[in-house]
């Protein structure tokens, strides 16, 4: 009986080790998920598990990725295509996740001030955003990253938060990767994070859509933006229209200036598809001058329907009476939307009301020289 039941316990210890072994995952990963949620860590009881792996058919990029070997994977979830957890020797963790969206997700500057909300930080202008953000490459694809901590302790009351994220543009999606968590503890991964982003791949069918930099032109002749995976976009420059560095969304960037050296950007950005409808854009656009979102097109007063040579362009000039905190001005949103085969375009002006309202006849004219062509 005694050789029966140790010959049994033999078999079991056998399957365990086996079934231990098989559990074992690469850290070259890539995964699916619809939504991110805001998840600091200070301690993690629950142990580690191996995240599901969504199949290849149902990616809509192949994105890539080599983890820390410190790093330690965790349970997938609806809202990520990546987790994984780090902790130091004193219980203190930092937690890592990577998601995607598709399109721009409401665009560059509006995610990084979403992280930046996360820490109690206020938002910032897309061109200081600009100058905070750093650059890295892997294969043909653009990476950017941003770090910044809290300014005061959120953490239990004790600690500050720091977060390093880094924003990967393609063609129909956006990707994040985010690393949060008490400061130390994310500060002493900064440079396996900057590892961790050298080492993601992207199929080369899906590389990055448009280019960083444009070259100014020595003359203000009809121009075309440099980008080879859109409509190619032809228009001329209003002459009191200075060319500014492109940032990673856009094709053209320009700025007006206006008495007491008043500015107003304006942007051309192309995207996929209808980039989730122009009533969701236009949406955007009143959120980031703090006004309330809109149930349907029909409730936007301001929206006009402008007909060109190229076709028709949406419209909208949004205004709030109120002095922004950020801004120390009432801001104006001058936009239009266009849509030419399975892509969709967003002019847009952005400034203090009056220097945006005194170019309201230039950015209409300048919509009337805009042509496209494959």
Known sequence: MCNIFSRVLLRLSLLITLFIIGCDNTDVTSYQIAKEKINFVNRINTPPSTPKVASQNQQINRVTWTAPADWIAQPASSMRKGSYLFKNTSGESADISIISFPGDAGGFAANVNRWRRQIQLPPLSEDEILKITKTTQT???????????????????????????????????????KISGDKDTVSSQRKNFHSFIQSIKVDQKNKIAGKQTQTAPKAPAPQS????????????????????????????SFKAVGP???????????????????????????????????????????????????????????????????????????????????????????????????????????????????
């Open 139 to 177: 294969g043909n694809s653009i990476i950017f990253i941003i770090d910044f901590s809290s300014e005061q302790p959120i953490l239990d009351n004790q600690k500050f938060a720091q977060v390093i994220g880094a924003i990967l543009n393609l063609k129909t999606e956006s990707w994040f990767f």
């Open 260 to 374: 007491n050296n008043l500015e107003a950007d304006i942007s051309i950005v192309p995207l996929r598809g209808d980039s989730g409808g122009d009533l969701a854009n236009i949406n955007r656009w009143r959120r980031q001058i703090q006004l309330l979102p809109l149930n349907s097109l029909s409730e936007e007063t301001s929206l006009e329907k402008i007909m060109t040579d190229s076709g028709e362009f949406t419209l909208v000039n949004l205004s709030n009476d109120k002095t922004l905190p950020n801004n120390n001005f009432k801001p104006r949103i001058l936009a239009a939307i266009f849509h030419i085969d399975n892509e969709a375009w967003y002019f847009k002006m952005t400034g203090e009301d009056s220097i945006v309202t005194s170019q309201k006849s230039i950015f209409i004219d300048f919509l009337k020289s805009v042509s496209f062509t494959k």
């Open 225 to 252: 933006a440099g980008n080879t995976n859109f409509a190619k976009i032809n228009y001329t420059k209003p002459e009191n229209w200075q060319l500014k560095p492109n940032s990673p969304m856009r094709v053209a």
